[in-house]
């Protein structure tokens, strides 16, 4: 793509521009040369040739900056991601109206160009574009970039505008570290009963006398047993003191550190699906798991302040 293009970004969001590419320039010297020369040696064969050459480009821009029209773009809201790791973004582009079928290129900003074909009117395609975010926490998506080069490839025509997504980014897990710190289990096995009542169930054999509800027994004459609820499974607490004695840098940086380690015993807990809960300065949260809990964890750690 054109890298003048690149640095002068769109500096009125959905306006569209287009300047020559490379090839786009040398093509226009090699038109001018022989224009030249048709002129010097009085060739009107070499000016029709001129002229048709300087016809084609013309309509080649026309037609580039056509393709730019009658869209509409829509970025999803972005999910959390990791410091340092790519991010996808998913994108959806819209025909308004109808226009040539050509291809397209689209990218958020410093980001690879991806193609997608022009969708006619009516019709959507969506794809996925990526960036790569430097810090943590609430992080704006770059603004997302919409070319064309076609056709023939003699000018480069885009717009953009302001993304208006913002991603909440989590620290980077730490590759390297202390092991996380073992369940705090609870009093009972989870084969045991727990001591909350729940339930008559009839006696079945095996069962044990102590467990029997005698004094309905007693009344009914029917053989009972009490059921409880089962005791709670046993509970990770990812504490930030823990991180203390195994972090390392000076200052900020040992905060991040502390913040990576705490990241990687979520991710692990979260894969081996064991309740835990995360204890921050600036935040906590329960015991849990599933999806939800594990969105509130990364955000605890995103958004931790020193």
Do not use: K
Not at 48 to 68: C, D, G, K, Q
């Amino acid at each position: 793509m054109n890298r003048l293009a690149e640095r002068l970004g769109f500096p009125r969001p959905h306006r569209r521009y287009i300047l020559p590419t490379r090839f786009g320039l040398a093509y226009a010297c090699v038109v001018f040369f022989v224009f030249l020369g048709a002129v010097n040696y009085n060739d009107n064969m070499a000016l029709f040739l001129t002229f048709v050459l300087a016809a084609l480009a013309w309509l080649a821009m026309v037609r580039s900056e056509r393709s730019l029209r009658g869209l509409a773009v829509e970025l999803d809201t972005p999910p959390t991601g990791f410091v340092g790791r790519p991010l996808v973004v998913g994108i959806t582009l819209r025909g308004c109206r109808p226009q040539p079928t050509t291809h397209l290129n689209v990218a958020l900003r410093g980001g690879a160009w991806v193609p997608v074909p022009r969708p006619e009117a009516g019709e959507t395609h969506s794809l996925a574009l990526a960036f790569v975010p430097t810090r943590r926490g609430r992080v704006a998506v770059p603004p997302w970039r919409l070319a064309c080069e076609r056709p023939l490839g003699l000018f480069h025509a885009w717009c953009g505008a302001p993304s208006e997504r913002v991603a909440m980014v989590a620290p980077a897990p730490a590759t390297d570290g202390p092991a996380r710190p073992p369940s705090t289990a609870s009093p009972q096995s989870r084969d045991e009963p727990g001591e909350d009542f729940h339930d008559l169930r009839p006696w079945r054999s095996g069962d044990s006398p102590r467990r029997v509800a005698w004094r309905v027994y007693a009344r009914r004459g029917e053989l009972l047993v009490r059921t409880f609820e089962p005791p709670p499974p046993p509970h990770l607490v990812l504490h930030w003191e823990e991180t203390e004695a195994f972090a390392r840098g000076q200052g900020e940086e040992r905060v991040e550190h502390r913040l990576s380690i705490l990241c990687r015993w979520v991710l692990e807990a979260e894969r081996e699906r064991t309740p835990y809960g995360l204890v921050l300065p600036s935040a906590t949260v329960a015991a849990g798991r599933g999806e939800p809990h594990f969105r509130a964890c990364l955000e605890a750690l995103a958004l931790h302040e020193a």
